[in-house]
């Protein structure tokens, strides 16, 4: 069922983009959000239910009734008292539809996208595509999530689709929000705790909530299946509870299909990417609030660019279920209140559907022009070369489209060369708080990082990083974050190629070994990349074919492969995973140290963080995102999953245990594969210095 990416949606173009902003542009924005709106359903059913019924249905259900009687007898607790209890539990849970505060806050937000976005741009034909398959069975929204603007452009976009506006899981954080809280419940959310540790009646509650949704609801259902927004943009690796309960319908007869809709949020400019830097290198995450939600209103003074929203092609779980010869359970009507766990083959079946989500909604992106020019950036970082000329970014920027478009990326950027000179100049205007063109026309990074972003050194998640290393870190940091939606398509290739490159780039290689060695950097970079195990070979397959189409790689028997010819592309792609290779190996030397004795989750990533910055002053490390919390932290699991660290927990605290021999024979793997440049960026050297412009610089710009 998986499709390669040279396979894939070949016909995708941005001439299916339509901006739905274009047409409220001179026009009574409240006329249009007050008009009459007779939505489409989801779900057609022959009775109507409502959130009210919903939430009384639940609290009858054999299920909550029989786990209040347990809990009753286990805690000698009055059943009266514990159904109180569920009520309160779904009193904080459910949503409401309130069609005028839909509306006011639709008028709200079509305001500010009119001030802040140049467009709004959604592929037509994948709405009506969706469309035409709904109505038959449950529908399941799946968007990406990149910024806390997903949510609400997805019922925005429902609204201007004349779809009924989806119940949508939110976190707690939200709940607390004074007036906010409110105004999210009666605009269809829906919220969750974000653990529910041994409170079975919770659970029971929650899990049964949501699956009357999927049962008896009109509505789609609309969650996030990475859980979280990513900080990186990069996709993460998908959580399975809450898709498991969605699913379960299925699992057990309770409806015919569930149609799943990936949906890709592509952002020129993310909201939250000053923020976002700052959480990688450990600052916590400000406390979603209302008076903070007022204090960002400066940043709608701001301009981010075009969004674009593509839907992928549903996903119908039956259908999936059949190619991946998985058979669902019959019902059990004479036991209405079991609740029973997933079966091994259902807990498989669950997260290849979520790997299957996440494949599409990466595929359904459309890569901007400072996606590009993050990477050229970068590359010029690594390769020593000094700030790059305009001309010599635009000249860039035009070979990389044509490779990105290669490797399957959609790229928003016309084909002609003043298309491209002119995305370029609009996306360093658009991204004029990072990067700027000095009077000699180099294109240089601004200096983000200002007192005003100091915290308690005790409240930081690691280690306390100098304000020299934080100048240079948060701005390389957020250019990262916007070369990370790229990687989806070059992950692949990069790795192949950075092998080749140590292996011996003079002879040809064994396809059985190349292929043995993509398997190790994979599975060490599992959750870096989201990557699922049962695809490795055919991804594997994959590169090699787009890397012989772009001449990096040319076979020389059935068997074998050498490098080709096409030595920029081979530097490029072996640069890209520089920033990685370092933060694992710290990872693993740290690790090292600490052996035999099992040390905390906080204290490795501390450590690492510590030890980063040591290698990035003394210029062993070359790149400031090595510094990445995120990153250390994806290392740590990953190095769990393939038994080189053995988790332990103790007393509520999570611990690991190296186990010596085998993270000493992945150590040893990566400093192998490890690219050393020549040339090193780092704190020390005052030439490094030159890709930031300060303060005083930027005034006489």
């Not at 929204?141 to 939110?170: N, Q, T, W």
């Not at 996903?315 to 190619?323: C, D, G, K, P, Y």
Request: glycine share 4%; hydrophobic share 40%.
């Amino acid at each position: 069922m998986q499709q390669s990416n040279m396979e894939f949606e070949s016909t995708r173009s941005l001439q299916a983009f339509k901006d739905i902003l274009v047409d409220r542009y001179g026009s009574s924005d409240f006329m249009w959000m007050s008009q009459d709106w007779q939505p489409r359903v989801a779900y057609l059913h022959t009775v109507k239910t409502n959130p009210q019924k919903i939430k009384q249905d639940v609290l009858k259900s054999p299920r909550v009734l029989h786990v209040i009687e347990e809990a009753s007898k286990e805690q000698n607790v009055p059943k009266e008292e514990l159904y109180k209890t569920v009520q309160r539990i779904l009193d904080e849970i459910g949503y409401d539809r309130q069609l005028p505060v839909i509306r006011w806050l639709g008028l709200l937000l079509l305001k500010v996208l009119k001030r802040t976005c140049c467009s709004l741009c959604v592929n037509e034909g994948s709405v009506n595509r969706v469309l035409s398959v709904m109505g038959d069975n449950p529908v399941i929204f799946a968007p990406s999530h990149r910024s806390y603007g997903d949510f609400v452009l997805m019922s925005y976009l429902c609204f201007h689709y004349k779809i009924e506006i989806p119940a949508i899981a939110a976190g707690m954080d939200f709940h607390s929000m004074w007036l906010m809280g409110r105004l999210l419940r009666d605009s269809c959310a829906f919220f969750m705790r974000r653990s529910f540790g041994s409170d079975k009646l919770y659970w029971t509650a929650f899990s049964e909530y949501v699956q009357k949704l999927v049962v008896d609801g009109e509505a789609a259902i609309e969650f996030f299946i990475e859980g979280t927004r990513s900080r990186t943009a990069k996709s993460l690796m998908p959580k399975f509870g809450f898709l498991s309960m969605t699913l379960m319908p299925f699992l057990t007869g309770r409806v015919p299909d569930i149609t799943i809709v990936p949906i890709n949020i592509s952002y020129d400019r993310t909201l939250e990417e000053v923020l976002f830097a700052y959480e990688l290198l450990g600052v916590p995450k400000p406390k979603e609030s209302t008076s903070g939600l007022i204090k960002a209103l400066n940043m709608l003074n701001e301009r981010y660019g075009k969004v674009y929203m593509d839907f992928a092609e549903p996903i119908s779980v039956r259908e999936l279920s059949r190619f991946a010869g998985f058979q669902r359970s019959l019902p059990t009507p004479e036991c209405p209140h079991i609740q029973r766990a997933l079966s091994v083959d259902e807990a498989a079946f669950c997260v290849e559907v979520a790997h299957h989500v996440v494949q599409q909604q990466q595929r359904h992106s459309v890569i901007s022009a400072f996606n590009l020019i993050s990477i050229v950036l970068n590359n010029s970082v690594l390769e020593g070369a000094g700030p790059p000329l305009l001309n010599e970014v635009v000249a860039d920027v035009s070979w990389l489209k044509s490779v990105m478009e290669v490797l399957g990326a959609l790229i928003g950027v016309q084909g002609v060369p003043s298309g491209v000179e002119s995305a370029v100049k609009e996306a360093i205007v658009v991204h004029k708080s990072l990067v700027t063109l000095t009077p000699t026309n180099h294109l240089k990074l601004i200096k983000v990082h200002t007192f005003a972003h100091r915290v308690d050194p005790k409240k930081l998640k690691g280690h306390c990083l100098s304000e020299q290393t934080m100048d240079v870190a948060i701005p390389m940091v957020m250019l990262q974050h916007y070369l990370n939606p790229c990687l989806h398509y070059l992950i692949g290739p990069a790795m192949v190629t950075l092998i080749m490159l140590r292996l011996d780039d003079a002879v040809d290689v064994p396809r059985d070994q190349l292929f043995q060695k993509f398997s190790f950097l994979r599975s060490l970079f599992a959750y870096e990349f989201a990557f699922y195990a049962a695809w490795a070979e055919k991804e594997f397959d994959d590169a090699v074919k787009q890397l012989e189409v772009l001449s990096v790689v040319e076979p020389t028997k059935p068997d074998r492969l050498k490098m080709g010819n096409h030595r920029k592309l081979q530097i490029l792609l072996s640069n890209l995973l520089q920033p990685f290779l370092e933060a694992y190996l710290s990872v693993c030397h740290v690790l090292q140290q600490t052996a035999p004795n099992p040390r905390s989750e906080s204290y490795l990533l501390k450590s690492t963080q510590q030890r980063v910055e040591e290698l990035l002053t003394s210029g062993v490390v070359s790149h400031p995102y090595s510094l990445s919390l995120d990153m250390h932290s994806a290392a740590l699991q990953a190095l769990t999953s393939i038994q080189a660290v053995k988790r332990l927990k103790r007393n509520g605290v999570v611990e690991y245990q190296a186990q010596t021999r085998k993270l000493l024979e992945v150590t040893q793997e990566l400093e192998n594969v490890m690219l050393q440049s020549e040339e090193k960026f780092h704190l020390s050297d005052p030439g490094s210095k030159d890709f930031l412009i300060h303060e005083s610089q930027q005034a006489k710009l």
